[in-house]
């Protein structure tokens, strides 16, 4: 089971591939929705108001059987744009990205394979310029107990190196567990066999 995927945490800096005249500026944004998305477009669409096209593809979801994304060739010929730039976030085994690439037109037309090869060189160099990190999948547990079996919870989660991403702890205690997706059943059944400690899934709540 594959329970870890690649990502970046912050934007690279800014790229530049030239073929005959046309400028070609690639960008990449870590993003979790379509709607950041949408948000860093604008943004590129406000700083470069002379272009003419802001081709780009995304992609997020941690798990593969979680992917969704999208292409865009922002009116160059079909296939020629977006899906060269999924192509490099495919190629780089990397999610919850944005890639954008920014055309100004030179004069000299490219032809299709042409524009194939720059919004790919400009993606691949927008990668390759960015801090790509790998990062686990985790899956996030509630833990409740009454407050004597404090003790026995911190072991549990101590031993076995957890991480904690929030507590409430008063008479009726909760603790908030991160666990990665491959100990997922071993650490729920340490957890479920504890006298007095309920652990269930935060979705099921």
């Known amino acids: 089971m594959k329970d870890t995927y690649q990502t970046i945490t912050e934007a690279s800096p800014e790229v530049l591939f030239k073929d005959r005249n046309s400028k070609f500026y690639g960008y990449a944004f870590p993003i979790k929705t379509e709607e950041e998305a949408a948000k860093h477009l604008e943004e590129l669409r406000a700083s470069h108001h002379k272009a003419r096209h802001w081709c780009y593809a995304w992609q997020t979801g941690k798990a593969e059987e ?58 691949q160099m927008a990668l390759e310029s960015s801090n790509i990190l790998k990062r686990t999948i985790d899956e996030v547990f509630v833990i409740k107990f009454d407050y ?58």
């Open 148 to 205: 004597p079996e404090m003790n026995k919870v911190m072991q549990v989660i101590k031993k076995n190196n957890l991480n904690v991403i929030d507590q409430k702890l008063e008479l009726d205690c909760k603790i908030f567990i991160a666990v990665r997706k491959s100990d997922v059943e071993s650490i729920y059944n340490k957890f479920d066999k504890t006298y007095k400690v309920e652990i269930s899934r935060l979705e099921d709540q």
């Open 66 to 123: 979680d992917h969704h994304y999208r292409a865009n060739d922002d009116g160059e010929p079909s296939n020629s744009a977006g899906m060269p730039i999924y192509g490099q976030i495919q190629s780089f085994d990397v999610t919850n990205i944005l890639i954008v690439v920014v055309r100004y037109f030179g004069g000299v037309k490219l032809g299709v394979g042409g524009l194939i090869n720059a919004y790919k060189t400009a993606a």
